[in-house]
Structures are given as C-alpha cells and as structure tokens.
C-alpha cells in the first residue's frame, strides 16, 4: 500500500480517536495495522517519512489531550454525584401494505425492520458523590488546603533557666567521723 497525504490524515485520525503505543493508554501497533489494512513491515517503512511520524506525533498529543480531559470530567461528575437518565423505548413491527393503484387491490403486505414506537420510558438514576474521587479532585486541584501531608517539624519548649544540679554522694555533716579526724 501506498503512503500517500490522505492515507496519512486516515491515520492521524485514527490515533486521535484511539491512540497508538507507546502512549500508556493508546491502541497497540497491531491494531493500528488492522485497522489501516496494512501489515508490521509495511508500517515499519512508514515509520521512516517524517510526514507520517510528525502526523502520528501530533494525534498521540491530541489523544492525550482529550482522553485527560474527559478523565478529568468524569472524575469531577463522579466525586460530584450526578444524575442519569436512562431511556428504552418499545418499538411494535411496522406493516406495510402496498395496492395497485388501478384496481385499488392489494399487491403485497411486508414488515419493515424499523419499527413504529408505541412507548418511551424513562428512568433517572442517582450516583452520589464518591468520597475518594472527591479527595483526589481536591488533593489535585486544592493542594494548598488539601494536600495529605505529615507534619514533621519538631517543636521544642526549651526553658532558658538552668535546671537545679543534682549532686549524687553523701552530704558533709553525714560524712562518717573517721574521716573528719583524718582532714584534720
């Protein structure tokens, strides 16, 4: 296969909506092939024109990009709480008759595949916050006040008075007598 300018923009495309290693979160090499209808050696040498590196570059960035933001949003509606509304609808079989318009009888009667709605339901679901998501956005987003940080400065109360000396021994005036008699 060919690589030519708009085989390139296919393929940017692709890597915004998917990414491509060695991004963390993107597509693997081999689904980006699969996808593009192309085999691993075939990529290899596009690898080598720098239209199609710089092109790929940039839709890894912009994948990068968006799926940050959306993680960010979800994150942020999920440490939130949010509200859901879920629809079904019933759908009946749809006949069709058709009639010959000379005789006004009827030529066929068939079902469509795209039926008629009869009923539309509607149900609201409530996720309340997620206290962990919620310390995470304000870990992130308020380090200032939320940080989890230890406190490890030390304090010391030091008094400036000299604390009484504690002298260890016997005093003078319980000194054994022998050894008064000797001092004199």
Sequence with gaps: MKLNAAKIQECAAWVEKNGLYPQPCGASVKMFCEAMGISFPTYQRWEQNVNFVSALSR???VFRQTSVREVSNALIKAAKGVDFTKTKAEYHAQVVKEYDPKTGKKVK????????????????????????????????????????????????DVNTEQPPVIVFGTPESQEPDETKEEQQ
């Design 109 to 156: 009667e068939y079902t469509t595949d795209k039926g008629v709605k009869v009923k539309e339901y509607r149900e609201t679901f409530y996720y309340p916050p997620d206290v962990a998501a919620a310390k995470y956005v304000l870990n992130n987003m308020d380090p200032e006040h939320w940080k989890e940080k230890q406190d490890t400065s030390v304090s010391l």
């Design 59 to 61: 839709a890894r960035e």
